[in-house]
């Protein structure tokens, strides 16, 4: 039997990157790109106004205040997407809008708030400082700077400074096909009658949904009987795909066929015992270079799985560079006890009190009980060395969903 830490490393060794292909920035993000992403021009391509105001000499408005405003004649306006047709010199100035190009000659620009118009003229209230209120050519990026580097998830602000660049279309890494198979002669499938000895086949749809949370396009295969031919053909049919995932079939039973028919089809088995819970029965190898996991049965041992090692090879698979969800320090509010000798991962809910995190068990502990993992927000790491954890005791735990994304208030 392996260690946790031992699994997730043979395993990670086994996983290649996919490759890339080339989308419109619109339809990008949320993908990790495939290339650097280097600026062919200056943003601000030239120096440009900061706010509505007049361009003009500081030499002409040096001192200036409400009481001895400097006094200067308008001779022309100049919207945003325009240039002026003035050259700017003592004594004069030109009306300009936010985004207008600052005029020839021009150094300064007055914001109007610190003006007041008095017909072809303009009185400058307040000596704003030389330079004042123009954003210079180059100021946000430079031509040639690397903008966007290699390996970035692509979010709304990387999308952003893409069309800035005038990049339209880039690389990002492919999507991993993941193909989802459940074996078993108990499963039927969510729309099939349910007779007595029957289960709906939830797991395909739990892994088909974790599978595309992390990204990938994932397809169900339907259920595999419980004979090795029907198995066989199952598989088959995945190895079309990128990634392969089972779900049952990994035990000692008479009838759990995966680890033997994945060999038979060419996989080449690393393990298939891990020393946790839930989750012991996991088997993984690869079939052409392809990964290949054998997920236990019991829903939340199949979920805790998927967490532990199929999520971060997804993730590298897709070009990420942190493929781990986040570990946490939290205050542990009871007691718990275990035996020795597996690293368990307890469904648990952790809160925000009083600027602290604390974590508390989310209920049953059984690995049939789905509920329990729908009331959890994380799952609480206990050490294969210890047996008792008690309340008060600093404690490590995963975070596996979104609830610290949001909060009631916003929190200014």
């Known amino acids: ?45 030239w120096d440009n106004s900061a706010m509505d ?31 002026a047709k003035n050259t700017v010199n003592r004594g004069i100035a030109i009306r300009i809008m936010t985004g207008a190009p600052i ?56 999308v952003g400074i893409m069309a800035t660049c005038g990049r ?29 000895g029957k289960i709906v086949t939830s797991n395909s749809y739990t892994l088909s949904a974790m599978a595309a949370d992390c990204g990938a396009d994932a397809f169900q295969l339907g259920i595999a009987r419980d004979t090795r031919e029907a198995l066989k053909e199952k598989l088959r049919q995945a190895l079309y795909a990128d990634v392969i995932i089972t779900s049952g079939g990994v035990s000692v039973g008479d009838f759990d066929f995966v680890k033997d028919v994945l060999k038979e089809l060419g996989s080449e088995m690393k393990f298939w015992k891990v020393a946790m819970k839930p989750g012991k029965p996991l088997a993984f190898g690869t079939i052409g270079g392809k990964p290949a996991f054998g997920l236990p049965g019991n829903p939340v ?7 532990q090692f199929v999520r971060p090879s997804i993730l590298k698979m897709m070009g990420h560079n942190r493929i781990y969800r986040p570990v946490i320090n939290a205050t542990l509010k009871e ?14 809910f952790v809160r925000l009190e009083e600027g602290q995190y604390t974590v508390t068990t989310a209920g049953d502990q059984g690995s049939g009980i789905l509920k329990s993992m729908v009331a959890a927000n994380a799952l609480l790491i206990f050490p294969e060395e210890l047996s008792l954890l008690k309340a008060g005791d600093k404690v490590k735990v995963q975070l596996i969903d979104r609830t610290f994304d949001y909060s009631e208030a916003p929190g200014y």
């Open 1 to 45: 039997m392996i260690s946790v830490e031992d699994a997730l490393s043979l395993i990670l060794s086994q996983i290649r990157e996919m490759g890339s292909e080339r989308v419109d920035i619109t339809s990008s993000l949320g993908r990790v790109i495939a290339e650097d992403i280097y600026a062919r021009r200056n943003n601000p391509p």
């Open 53 to 83: 105001g007049y361009a003009l000499l500081y030499a002409d408005i040096k001192g200036a205040t409400r009481d001895s405003p400097a006094i200067l004649n308008v001779i022309e306006d100049l919207p945003a997407g325009y240039t």
């Open 103 to 158: 005029p020839m000659g021009a150094d300064t620009v007055v914001m109007v708030e610190d003006t007041e118009k008095d017909g072809e003229n303009v009185k400058i209230l307040r000596g704003t400082p030389l330079g004042e209120n123009i954003r210079r050519a180059g100021e946000d990026i430079k031509t040639g700077e690397l903008v966007v580097p290699k390996g970035t998830v692509i979010r709304p602000a990387e």
């Open 168 to 196: 339209a279309f880039i690389s990002v890494y492919q999507r991993p096909r993941v193909a989802v198979v459940s074996t078993g002669d108990e499963l039927v499938d969510v729309d099939e009658e349910i007779t007595e």
């Open 301 to 307: 041992s199949c979920m805790v799985c998927f967490e």
């Open 335 to 348: 007691d718990i006890k275990k035996k020795t000798g597996r690293k368990h991962f307890m469904r648990s």
